[in-house]
């Protein structure tokens, strides 16, 4: 994957592009408000549909299944925002400092009253209590391992598949799952507090 794809922010810029993913977004938060409001079984594609204003065979051309409603399509909006500032960390800096400054500052303005992040707290509540959610979504932290591990190794000056590039990759995705696992038991998704706090740990390191 190249520096250009590692930066792509996944969003298209024609018209009819825009009108859909604008389409697509909203079927996706009135499911997400109905699900929180209803529960996921009580909920029926139709009343997405009137709630969005649309036919039900039009969410089912963007929405070809019920839980697709659920996925995340774009798994990397989950650490998009801190992928240009980790890159513009001085170049003297190693991986985990640059990571830490990058954490702090990407995620400053994801209060908890903006509506992507209600719309992640909500997704996540549903995706740790519907199993076949769970692994359709589940399957999406292969890309972000992916991607994270680029670019770490791209800091680094070594092989994505160093094993001490892994190991930092699949520490923070281990943290990602925790926060996941935090909002669907009721508590808030807070990613950006659990993987500062992570990165913080590594810095130290740990007495145990």
Not at 141 to 159: C, H, N, Q, W, Y
Request: charged fraction near 20%.
């Amino acid at each position: 994957m190249g520096r250009s794809e590692l930066s792509e922010n996944g969003s298209s810029s024609g018209p009819w592009e825009r009108k859909r993913a604008r389409t697509k977004q909203a079927i996706q938060q009135h499911a997400l408000r109905l699900f929180g409001e209803q529960g996921y079984h009580a909920t029926t594609v139709e009343q997405v549909a009137a709630a969005a204003d649309l036919a039900p065979s039009t969410v089912f051309r963007y929405f070809p299944t019920k839980h697709d409603l659920v996925v995340i399509e774009d798994h990397l909006t989950l650490i998009r925002p801190f992928i240009a500032p980790f890159r513009d960390q001085p170049a003297e800096l190693g991986v985990v400092d640059a990571l830490h400054n990058a954490v702090r500052t990407a995620f400053a303005d994801t209060g908890a009253g903006r509506q992507e992040h209600v719309d992640m707290q909500n997704r996540a509540r549903l995706v740790v209590s519907i199993p076949e959610v769970w692994a359709a979504n589940m399957g999406g932290m292969t890309t972000i391992m992916r991607v994270m591990s680029e670019l770490f190794a791209e800091r680094a000056g070594r092989d994505s598949t160093d094993p001490e590039i892994l190991c930092l990759t699949r520490m923070l995705c281990g943290s990602m799952t925790v926060a996941w696992l935090t909002a669907g038991s009721g508590g808030e998704f807070d990613l950006p507090a659990i993987l500062e706090d992570t990165v913080a740990h590594l810095k130290t390191g740990f007495d145990l």
